[in-house]
């Protein structure tokens, strides 16, 4: 099965712009999750679609919104980016692996903010 | 509060040195805990499940444990190519996961 698939690899923004990050989830996963990753504070949960319906919300503010697709696609957009909005965004989807329930990582997005 | 929390934040181990990477939790109720691998600029990288206290994983030179509170990462005779970032994360009875900040890992030839 091909793996978790995010687009684009890298985004350079300015302030007050907004942007939208894409993620595939594994075929046959429908929960996808999105995590915000900086130096500072790890990995930090975002929100979780699972069949085109948030199911979980971290304490992230209003700019930061997403989608799902009935494809189970995955869109993230933030609104009036911020310079603290530089991170790695990374995508899981999760889903039955070998082990049991288990969230597989897309590669990330790198977005910088100037 | 549901909390996970690693040590040591960075590790530094000659070739062959052995150790372990301590992993410990506060969750309202856990469905399971992961242990991912992570090297720079890319996403973490599965490597163990646990359910259950008293459970043991294998994989090559990596071992994974887990109590009631905590959960251990061994690393028997280190390579270099074993350099990564080593991330715990927890999945409560409510679903979330938390990821703990991780252990910086190098192994020196």
């Known amino acids: 099965k091909a793996g978790v698939t995010q687009t684009p690899r890298y985004l350079i923004k300015t302030r007050g712009q907004q942007v939208t990050l894409s993620c595939s989830p594994i075929s046959g996963h429908r929960s996808v999750s999105w995590y915000q990753q900086t130096p500072g504070q790890g990995l930090q949960f975002l929100f979780e679609y699972f069949s085109e319906t948030q199911r979980n919300k971290g304490n992230f503010p209003g700019r930061f919104s997403g989608r799902q697709f009935s494809n189970s696609r995955s869109e993230m957009n933030v609104s009036t980016l911020e310079l603290g909005d530089s991170a790695l965004y990374l995508c899981?989807?999760?889903?039955?692996?070998?082990?049991?329930?288990?969230?597989?990582f897309g590669p990330g997005t790198r977005l910088l903010v100037l | 509060e549901d909390q996970v929390t690693q040590s040591p934040e960075a590790l530094r181990l000659q070739e062959g040195e052995s150790s372990s990477l301590n992993c410990s939790y506060t969750?309202?109720?856990?469905?399971?805990l992961f242990w991912y691998r992570q090297d720079p600029g890319k996403g973490p990288e599965f490597l163990f499940t646990?359910?259950?206290a008293g459970e043991e994983k294998e994989k090559e030179r990596l071992k994974a444990t887990l109590t009631k509170k905590e959960s251990f990462l061994h690393i028997t005779a280190p390579k270099p190519e074993d350099s990564a970032t080593y991330l715990c994360?927890?999945?409560?009875?409510?679903?979330?996961?938390?990821f703990g900040t991780g252990t910086s890992l190098t192994v020196i030839p």
């Open positions: 969750v309202s109720g856990l469905r399971g």
């Open positions: 646990l359910y259950s």
């Open positions: 899981a989807s999760r889903g039955l692996g070998s082990y049991g329930e288990t969230q597989y």
């Open positions: 994360a927890v999945q409560s009875t409510g679903n979330q996961f938390y």
